[in-house]
Each structure stands twice: as C-alpha cells, then as structure tokens.
C-alpha cells in the first residue's frame, strides 16, 4: 500500500482517550489486572543482545516504592564488556534495518498500538506496582506510549521519500532523510512507559538501532515493551535491552566510537554529562555524536489578581501534586500577585490538606509512594530547608501508617524568596513554594529566574498580559489559563530552553528530524 493510503486508510489522528474508572465495568477490570499483575511479580528478566539472553552473577531489584518489601522484577548488572557488545549488535543491524522501506517499519510502530492497546490494563497495572503511580496517572502514561506510536509512525511516512526543493534551472533536485546509526535510549523513571517507549521507537521507526537502557528503578515495564516490539515485527538485533550501572557501562555505550546519537531524559547533572562525555571524540570515532537531551525543570504558574481564583488554585494543586510531583513539568512555584496573595493561599491550604495519600492500587488516593528512599530523603532535606527560607503552612512530613512505603504528604511553603533554594533547585517532590509579586512584569522576572525553562503557566483574564506572556515568558511549553502538566502528543510539542535540555519537542513534527539527517541529491539534465 502506498503512503498516502496508508495514512488515507488510518484517518485523522486523534489522542488515546484516557479510561474512565468511575465506571463501573473499568474500575472491575483494572481490579483484576491488578490481582493478575501482582501474582507474576518478581519474575527475572536477562539482557537481550541480538536476541541473546544474557544473564550476570550480580543482580538488580526493581521494587515497588508503595511496600519495598515487594520485588516487581529482577534483572541483571550488565558489564562493559556487554555493554560493548550490545553497541556493536547494534551497529551491525544497522546496514539492513536502514534499507527497510518506511512504510514497513512504520507498520511496526501500528502493531505495537494495537498490542498496548490489548494489553492496557495490564500495563498499567504494571506501573502502578513499579513506580508508585495511581491509576489515573499509569493510564495516562500508557495512553501517551500508544499516542507516540501511532504519531511516529505517521510521521515517517510523512518524512519518507524525497521532499521537494526549489527548482534550479537545468537540474532536478531533492532532498532525502536517511537514519543516524546506533543509539543509546536512556529513559527516565517517571514516564517509565510514555517517555522509555517513544524515544525508542522514535529512533527505530527512523531507520536506526539502538540500545535501550531503563532506569534502574523502572526497568521491568520497559522489558515487557521490548517484547511488544518484538512480537510487532521489531528484529531482535534492532532493539537491543541492557541494565546495568550508569557510571561503568552506560558511559561507556556513551563513549563508544560506533554510537551515533543519545537519546537522554532525565536530570541536569546527569545530562550535562552525557553531553560532555559524547562531545569528546574518541579513536575511530567518524561523526559528531547527536545528543537529544530533555532535562529538569523549575516550572511555575503565575495567578494574576484578575484571574478565576477557583480555577487558579486547583491548577496549582494538579500540577504541583499529581504523580506526587514527580513531572519535570510539575509545578514547583506559584507565582502570586500580592492582591490576591492571602486569599489564593486561604483557598489553597485546605485543597492541597484535602489530597488523600497512600498505597497507588487503591483508586480513591490521589496520591502515592516517592520513587525510592534516596528521593523520600532528598525531598525532606529539601523540606527542612524550606522552613527556614519560607513559612510551612502544608504538609511537610512523612506519611505515617504506611508501613515502609516512601509516602510524603503534599506540602506548601509560603513566604519564599524568589532566589530561595527551595525556588531555585529541582525538588522532584511534592513540594511548593508559593513567592508574592508586586505586579505582571516582576511576575514573570521571578518565573524566568532560575536556570531552567521548561513549563509555565499564566493564570489570568487580560488579554495584554496573555500576550506579554507568550512574548516573554521564557519556557519552551506555555499554558495560558490552565495547569503547566499534561502536554498531549501531537497537540502540546514538548521540550524546554536553557538547562531544562535541547527543546527536543516530543510528539511534534520536528521530533522526527532528530533521528535523521538530511541528503541533498542535484542531477544535471538535459535542457531544451
């Protein structure tokens, strides 16, 4: 079938609605996957090279954050040496995976959709047991992985074949998109499915291979989606899976002379790493390695004294303590005009002390675990610190009566200077510093004032302010009168400036390119 019928045949794309559980009949059925889900825990799970099962003496446990008493996978401390030897199964599938028509491996993207979607349930499930989310938030993010397979895979066909130049007298000429290489997929935690998944297939659907390599605290959904790839028609030398330690062997994937591009989410340090460490040419090395990095954020949400006080305030809470504001796109300031500042908080304390807390499986918390005991301990440093730069006026301390679980209750900290720490770094928690501003334009000096850049907000109802702030509010994702979380793929392209990564723009029309590189081809012809 050719590309425009395939597309013709697809219809218009359109976002995976999310599963409504106060139905009844979904509600029964996402309480069955999770019995059926929780009986196949703690399962082992080997390195795959090439097809290749690989197993270490050494093991990796992936836990669930709600009870860490609870193994949900084990799997294996890959050595640099595998990690060598995975670049390099890579690098050979490479010369045959690129010559695979388009239309084919975007073929392979539709059947993953059609298998996510079969498997839902169970994945979800899956995430609510590995990374502590609720239901809503592990549907969600499953609902985004099918959105990126079906969005990719148009896209392809979209970019696949020449694309048309201007005409030069006496020549025909195109331009061609062919892949990279080899890449290294190295996903966060927090979007174990959603962010792991579409980088993934953004990199295969686009002619190249790749390693996969999951964090270690959310490797067990991202073994289970290879093997969806694989079940799709996805060859097992195309998509390799490695675990192991991010220091050793990830650097060393990294370094490699043979790996193309990195494909990295996940924090500041972290990817500033990768990028110095891929900027570096090594022996042998023949190209400038690509990095596409999406990093941390510091993202705020500006309430104007004009705005829609109750939408405001339940904005602010959404984003700041949905998924236990654990999103690089969470909202981790609000930005209060001083007119308004005591009656936004007056509303606030009592929505933000109203949020339920605990164990992810039951349906009625909107709230669960911390990823691990490093992040729980973290987030109260971070906490302690903040009552002395701000007044605590929510939350503030772990849930009790949780057995071991990594629960923090939802807290706010009123009072906080613009250049408080708490306002400046990367909590990664459910934290909030709520800053008062004299007036719009100090409003936004405070939002633009830190190092990041990637979500933001405006709450307000004068147009001249709205267009002041898509002028000047620096962020790469910008939501006028609307919570800062929740991009949709296809309709909120999403990517941050300054250290909040390389504005990679996931699930939008210039996504694709990141994994390409373009081909200009000029042929002399006849004139007449």
């Known amino acids: 079938m050719a590309t425009a019928e395939i597309v013709k045949a697809r219809g218009e794309f359109t976002n995976e609605a999310l599963m409504d559980f106060s139905v009844p009949k979904n509600r029964q059925a996402m309480e069955a996957a999770l019995s059926t889900v929780a009986k196949g825990l703690g399962r082992e799970y080997p390195i795959l090279i090439g097809g290749e099962a690989l197993y270490t003496e050494e093991k990796i446990r992936s836990t669930n954050p709600a009870r860490p008493e609870q193994v949900i996978g084990i799997f294996q401390n890959g050595t640099v040496a595998m990690a060598v030897r995975a670049v ?15 239309e084919k491996r975007a073929a392979s993207l539709f059947r993953a959709r059609e298998i996510l979607l079969q498997r839902r349930l169970e994945l979800d499930a899956l995430l609510v047991y590995e990374i502590g989310k609720t239901w809503i938030e592990a549907d969600a993010d499953i609902a985004e992985l099918i959105d990126f397979c079906e969005f990719y895979g148009r896209e392809m066909l979209r970019l696949a074949g020449p694309q048309p130049l201007v005409p030069v007298h006496g020549e025909k000429n195109y331009l061609s998109y062919i892949p990279l290489g080899v890449g290294i997929v190295i996903p966060p935690w927090n979007f174990a499915a959603a962010i792991m998944g579409g980088m993934t297939v953004a990199s295969v659907v686009t002619g190249n291979t790749v390693v996969l390599k999951p964090s270690s605290d959310s490797p067990t959904i991202a073994a289970e989606f290879v093997n969806i790839l694989y079940e799709a028609g996805v060859p097992k030398d195309v998509v390799n899976f490695f675990t192991g330690p991010g220091r050793t062997a990830g650097e060393a994937m990294v370094t490699y002379a043979k790996t193309r591009f990195i494909a990295f989410t996940g924090s500041m340090e972290a990817g500033l790493r990768i990028g110095e460490l891929a900027a570096k040419k090594q022996p042998g090395q023949l190209w400038i390695k690509r990095t596409v990095l999406e990093m941390g954020g510091k993202d705020a949400i500006i309430v104007e004294d004009d705005a829609d006080l109750d939408e405001a305030v339940e904005g602010v809470a959404l984003a700041a303590f949905s998924y236990q504001g654990q999103k690089c796109s969470a909202c981790s300031r609000a930005i209060v005009s001083d007119k308004i500042y005591d009656r936004f908080l007056e509303r606030l304390i009592p929505r933000v002390k109203a949020i339920q807390v605990g164990a992810p499986e039951k349906l009625e918390n909107f709230m669960g675990p911390v990823i691990n005991k490093a992040s729980m301990k973290s987030i109260m440093e971070y906490i302690e610190t903040g009552k002395k730069e701000g007044r605590l006026v929510a939350g503030g301390n772990v849930v009790k009566g949780q057995g071991d679980g990594y629960f923090i209750t939802p807290t706010v900290i009123a009072d906080v200077a613009a250049d408080a720490r708490i306002a400046q770094e990367e909590i990664f928690g459910p934290v909030l510093a709520v800053i008062k501003s004299q007036n719009f334009e100090h409003a936004l000096d405070i939002a633009n004032g830190t190092e990041f850049g990637l979500t933001g907000a405006v709450y307000t109802n004068d147009p001249a302010k709205l267009a002041k702030a898509s002028e000047e509010f620096h962020v790469g994702n910008l939501y006028l009168n609307r919570k800062c979380t929740g991009a949709q793929v296809g309709g909120h392209p999403f990517g941050g400036f300054n250290m909040s990564g390389t504005d990679s723009k996931a699930g939008g029309p210039d996504y694709l390119l990141l994994f ?12 007449g």
């Open 88 to 102: 390099e199964t890579a690098y050979r599938a490479f010369d045959k995976w690129k010559r695979v028509p388009a």
């Open 516 to 527: 390409l590189q373009a081909k200009t081809i000029a042929e002399k012809v006849a004139t």
